[in-house]
């Protein structure tokens, strides 16, 4: 069964699924066993592994290391098209459509097509969308793309529709990594209501009662980074994974 398949059957026992994000970076070495364990025990469908920036050349012996320790599906989720490997189950690939910065619109898409091919890993094609979750994060600085103001609803509609129409398989809203606040209730319920497609929804999300106003809003998936690289406990993790 497919990757994508897998994810779709979670959201017909679950209304909203949580996947864990893994920075391959040299900064998580020192952690990364305990990080996966935590992830083991706490409630989470999948693991997402990816950074905006990996300062050294190890992205597949971490996810090697990673795949080796976990049940759950490892999906690459990548800052650039050098985050590869044939050890990863899938690969989301992104479109981060909020921007005009054709690099990340299909320059890196093109890059790395070939290789994702030759490394026979399923290619996850989803909308990526940057909103303005009031910190600066290291996706804009990197992608050098501008976030939407979280106020510009309809523009954030638009932007996501066009990600339908495109043929993406999910719409990816994103706050950065440790952004202040996450996605607004309001935009997901909006889109929640547009799309016929799955919303996931990442950055800032730390907490269960957030958790689950997101799910409450309509997403299906949320994404959880920061907080488990920042030490929370099993007993964290699980209360935000139950609140979906
Ligand atoms: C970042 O959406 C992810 O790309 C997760 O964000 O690190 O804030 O949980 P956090």
């Not at 909006?190 to 689950?212: C, F, H, K, M, Q």
Request: include cysteine; proline fraction near 4%; aromatic fraction near 6%.
């Amino acid at each position: 069964m497919s990757i994508f398949s897998k994810l779709k059957e979670i959201l017909y026992v679950k209304r909203c699924g949580a996947l864990a994000l893994i920075d391959p970076d040299i900064k998580n070495d020192g952690t990364l066993a305990e990080i996966v364990e935590k992830i083991n025990q706490s409630g989470f469908d999948a693991i997402l592994v990816g950074g905006s920036l990996i300062l050294d050349n190890n992205f597949d012996n971490r996810i090697d290391f990673i795949k080796k320790n976990t049940k759950l599906p490892v999906i690459i989720f990548p800052g650039s098209s050098k985050q590869l490997s044939g050890k990863a189950d899938a690969i989301l690939f992104l479109s981060l459509l909020s921007g005009r910065n054709p690099q990340y619109l299909i320059g890196e898409h093109v890059e790395s097509a070939p290789v994702i091919y030759s490394l026979g890993l399923e290619p996850i094609p989803t909308g990526y969308i940057l909103l303005d979750g009031g910190s600066r994060t290291s996706v804009e600085i990197i992608s050098n793309t501008i976030p939407l103001p979280m106020n510009k609803v309809d523009i954030i509609l638009a932007h996501a529709l066009a990600g339908q129409y495109l043929g993406n398989k999910f719409i990816f809203l994103e706050c950065g990594s440790g952004a202040s606040n996450h996605a607004s209730t309001t935009i997901i319920e909006t889109l929640s209501e547009r799309l016929d497609i799955p919303i996931i929804v990442g950055g800032g999300i730390t907490d269960a009662s957030s958790a689950n106003a997101i799910a409450n809003a309509g997403a299906k998936f949320i994404v959880v980074g920061t907080h488990i690289e920042n030490g929370a406990s099993i007993e964290e993790l699980q209360e935000i994974t139950s609140s979906l």
